[in-house]
């Protein structure tokens, strides 16, 4: 059975900063292509971040260099550095785990709530 697990959401400060984490199981975490989602009231569900099983990155261009995703294969988690948080970064993030093998292989987390407010 897989699972993904993300914590670290919660209120903020605009100005302030988040870090997201998700853990893995039942996947074999390394061969994954892992990213963050993130999908706001009344809109589509938009791609933040992704890092490949050899370490690319792919950012979001309105998010370069603000987001920053990481991942540690030794503990099945990839992490989500949010620093100079803004209201519309106001959504629920989602965590993905894809791998393109024989078949698609595509999994989702339940989601995080990121509320950025003063």
């Known amino acids: 059975q897989v699972q993904l697990v993300e914590s670290g959401g919660g209120l903020v400060q605009p100005g302030g900063s988040l870090r997201l984490s998700c853990t893995a199981s039942?996947?074999?975490?390394?061969?994954?292509?892992m990213g963050w989602y993130r999908q706001a009231p009344g809109n589509q569900r938009e791609m933040v971040a992704k890092i490949r099983s050899g370490g690319s990155t792919d950012y979001a261009d309105s998010l370069k260099g603000r987001f920053t995703i990481s991942r540690d294969n030794a503990k099945n988690t990839v992490y989500l550095q949010m620093n100079s948080l803004k209201p519309e970064d106001t959504a629920v993030y989602y965590c993905?785990?894809?791998?393109?093998?024989?078949?698609?292989?595509?999994?989702w987390g339940q989601g995080t709530q990121v509320t950025v407010s003063s």
């Open positions: 993905n785990a894809f791998y393109l093998g024989g078949r698609k292989y595509d999994y």
């Open positions: 039942g996947i074999i975490f390394s061969v994954y292509t």
